[in-house]
């Protein structure tokens, strides 16, 4: 299996320490043996917009996926996987599409 942990942190560090404090990260841990999720630990560590979820047992996708659906307070959710990169704008730039445009789903 291909190890995630080096490109773990281009989905979250692409990420900039001021993108607007509307933006909420919400991380879970689905046990995955990639080592992944500590590295993002690592760079959201004091960042009070990251919310971190713990799966007991690997579960799969949907499951985690639910469970941080449940755990979101936002208005629109964006899943994005340890090995995808987003620009750094990429949350703003969505968020502002979604308001002028009114739509309720976008993809990109």
Same mark, same amino acid.
């Given at each position: 299996?291909? #190890?995630?942990?080096?490109?773990?942190p281009?989905?979250? %560090? #692409?990420?900039?320490?001021?993108?607007? *404090?509307? $933006?909420?990260? %919400?991380?879970?841990?689905?046990?995955?043996?990639?080592?992944? %999720?500590? /590295? %993002?630990? *690592?760079?959201?560590?004091?960042?009070?917009?990251?919310?971190?979820?713990?799966? #007991? /047992?690997? $579960?799969?996708?949907?499951? #985690?996926?639910?469970?941080?659906?449940?755990?979101? *307070?936002?208005?629109y959710?964006? +899943?994005?996987?340890?090995?995808?990169?987003?620009?750094?704008?990429? +949350?703003?730039?969505?968020?502002?599409r979604?308001?002028?445009?009114? *739509?309720?789903? +976008?993809?990109?």
């Amino acid at each position: 299996m291909e #190890s995630r942990a080096g490109r773990a942190p281009l989905c979250g %560090i #692409s990420q900039r320490p001021d993108a607007p *404090g509307y $933006i909420e990260y %919400i991380f879970v841990d689905d046990r995955g043996t990639d080592g992944a %999720i500590d /590295v %993002i630990r *690592g760079v959201f560590a004091n960042d009070p917009r990251a919310v971190f979820i713990e799966n #007991s /047992v690997n $579960i799969g996708p949907g499951p #985690s996926r639910n469970a941080g659906m449940d755990a979101a *307070g936002g208005e629109y959710l964006s +899943f994005v996987d340890p090995d995808d990169y987003v620009a750094p704008d990429f +949350f703003e730039l969505l968020y502002g599409r979604a308001l002028s445009e009114g *739509g309720n789903r +976008f993809f990109c």
